[in-house]
């Protein structure tokens, strides 16, 4: 009969356990050691990714929006806006990628530490884009090129926001958890770009850290430090990040303790060693959803 009864009380516990506490008591109870119900019960403990989670960071360009069209769409309406031909795209996208290399590497997170103006540093790289693609205009010509360029990249003009931003980071929000945004980027994205697409600070997302504005730029693991510092120290282990790069958003996170994952939106061929490497790697914030709510059984 007490075998019976014991049975019984189990089939019980069974159905109710769910952490390693009533596992404790249920133990005490019977009167057996909690180690030894831990392999039978194991089971029944269900936890979400999303519950160990306080904080998730989000990286900006490719992960939650992506630019419109080609450098030299813009480059080439900013130059018919006063009359002239278009840049030869491709001269002009070469052009570009050498010219912000090297003002990148000469005034890292767009001159913060020497405090140069954002609007110098980009007039800088722009006119230094158009000379090494070929194009040297007069000081007036260049003013009024640059003028249209600056503008139209301080908007929503030519970016688009993928669909299924606005309604993960809304989700994560209603489900407690901070949101911040960790993006090499200048002031603009924070203050201009993002809400002109929809995200806005306080109902998509908590908190910002822009490495114009921060002086600190991926894959520099400090940057990760600044958004767990501003989202109140919160421990790394109760973190997520998500991004579109190995080398800047999975390595560095995950240097500094924080758990991280990586969306593969175009299939490009390196996701493959990106999952061969240990990531976890998802389409898009859907499947992120989906893989953050998922049920996973776990003796805790």
Not at 106 to 127: D, L, Q, S, Y
Not at 212 to 227: M, N, Q, T, W
Not at 272 to 292: C, D, H, I, M, Y
Request: net charge negative; charged share 25%.
């Amino acid at each position: 009969m007490e075998e019976a009864a014991e049975k019984e009380h189990i089939i019980i516990l069974e159905e109710e356990v769910e952490t390693s506490f009533q596992i404790s008591i249920m133990a005490k109870f019977l009167g057996r050691e909690a180690n030894s119900y831990k392999g039978v019960y194991c089971s029944f403990i269900k936890m979400s990714m999303l519950t160990k989670l306080r904080l998730i960071t989000v990286d900006v360009t490719g992960t939650l929006m992506a630019y419109k069209g080609e450098l030299g769409d813009y480059y080439c309406m900013a130059a018919k806006s006063i009359g002239l031909p278009c840049p030869d795209y491709k001269r002009m996208h070469e052009g570009f990628k050498l010219a912000y290399t090297e003002m990148a590497r000469k005034h890292p997170c767009f001159g913060f530490a020497e405090k140069i103006p954002n609007i110098v540093w980009w007039k800088t790289c722009v006119r230094d884009s158009f000379v090494q693609a070929g194009y040297d205009y007069d000081e007036e010509t260049f003013e009024k090129i640059f003028r249209r360029i600056y503008g139209t990249f301080g908007s929503a003009a030519p970016y688009t926001i993928f669909p299924d931003s606005q309604p993960f980071l809304r989700w994560l929000r209603r489900e407690g958890v901070i949101v911040g945004i960790v993006s090499n980027a200048e002031y603009r994205y924070q203050d201009v770009i993002l809400p002109a697409l929809g995200l806005h600070k306080g109902s998509e997302w908590d908190f910002g850290v822009f490495s114009g504005l921060e002086g600190v730029e991926k894959p520099d693991p400090r940057i990760y430090e600044i958004a767990l510092e501003k989202a109140g120290n919160i421990a790394p282990e109760e973190t997520l990040h998500i991004g579109d790069s190995f080398r800047k958003d999975y390595l560095p996170a995950k240097s500094v303790g924080m758990h991280a994952l990586l969306l593969d939106r175009f299939n490009i061929p390196d996701a493959e060693n990106w999952k061969k490497s240990g990531a976890t790697v998802l389409p898009n914030l859907v499947a992120v959803q989906n893989w953050l709510s998922s049920e996973q059984h776990s003796c805790q």
